[in-house]
């Protein structure tokens, strides 16, 4: 039976950087021919964070799997990426945490997404790193959201 490999969290940071450590698992899990059914490097929140960080995708790839440990990784990003300011850097942050579908053809497209995946409105899924989260179903994702839940009842 074939379990599929997930990324990390993109929650996960490094660096102080959120998706980092999943971008670099993507990298990794492609280089061996195991990332199944992801976007990877020229689209989403890794094509977005390979910009911010100021490094090309295949590059990247190539010291990643290069590399055995995520601090010599982030150790030549440092030497050779774009330096940000702690400011930018939660900025970002931000951005990519909150990032939520923002037109109605997005909004349809999220909430098919999430009915193919067995949720509803009501799962708590409002955001994309949400949507990955509960496609993925990491149990620190569920267990947040069903807290919350009972916060609000």
Do not use: C
Not at 120 to 134: K, M, N, P, Q
């Amino acid at each position: 039976m074939n379990r599929r490999i997930y990324p990390r969290s993109p929650y996960a940071q490094l660096g102080g950087y959120v998706h980092l450590p999943r971008l670099i698992d993507k990298a990794r899990l492609h280089h061996q021919g195991l990332l199944v059914g992801y976007n990877y490097k020229t689209s989403g929140f890794d094509r977005h964070l390979l910009a911010f960080l100021g490094v090309d995708g295949d590059t990247f790839e190539a010291k990643a799997n290069e590399f055995t440990s995520d601090d010599l990784i982030w150790d030549w990003l440092r030497a050779t990426g774009v330096s940000r300011t702690p400011a930018e850097i939660q900025a970002w942050n931000d951005g990519m945490i909150s990032q939520r579908p923002d037109t109605l053809a997005k909004q349809e497209r999220f909430n098919r997404l999430l009915h193919q995946m067995g949720g509803t409105l009501a799962s708590g899924v409002h955001t994309y790193f949400d949507l990955i989260e509960f496609e993925e179903r990491r149990a620190e994702f569920l267990v947040r959201k069903a807290g919350q839940k009972k916060v609000l009842e």
